[in-house]
């Protein structure tokens, strides 16, 4: 079983930056792809970016491409969201997701485990 617990999420500013993280417990770290969904009221959960078990491959959704950056850190058993330029289409609870597995994938079934969600807000 894998514990995930995010934090980091806020009320900001349209162009302002946030970085998420995700403290992840009860397996070896390093064994694990992650990934960051995001799900808006009345939307289904979406993908945002993953990132495999040794963090040499990256994905990310078309939406957030050269404005996120995903990255991990095994030493402290932690995953990243680093977000710039901020937009309220970016408002959104965010989930951070395990699976045990090498690759990363894009697709919320594919994820075995999920934290509480950190909600981010951004006000235009």
């Known amino acids: 079983q894998v514990q995930l617990v995010e934090s980091g999420g806020g009320l900001v500013q349209a162009g302002d930056s946030l970085r998420l993280s995700c403290v992840a417990s009860?397996?070896?770290?390093?064994?694990?792809?992650m990934g960051w969904f995001r799900q808006a009221p009345g939307k289904e959960r979406e993908f945002v970016a993953a990132i495999s078990s040794s963090g040499r491959s990256k994905v990310y959704a078309d939406s957030v491409k050269g404005r996120f950056t995903i990255s991990r850190d095994n030493a402290k058993n932690t995953v990243y969201l680093q977000m710039n330029s901020l937009k309220p289409e970016d408002t959104a609870a965010y989930y951070c997701a395990a699976r045990p597995y090498i690759m990363v994938v894009t697709t919320t079934p594919s994820y075995d485990y999920w934290g509480q969600g950190t909600q981010v807000t951004v006000s235009s």
């Open positions: 009860g397996r070896t770290f390093s064994s694990l792809a």
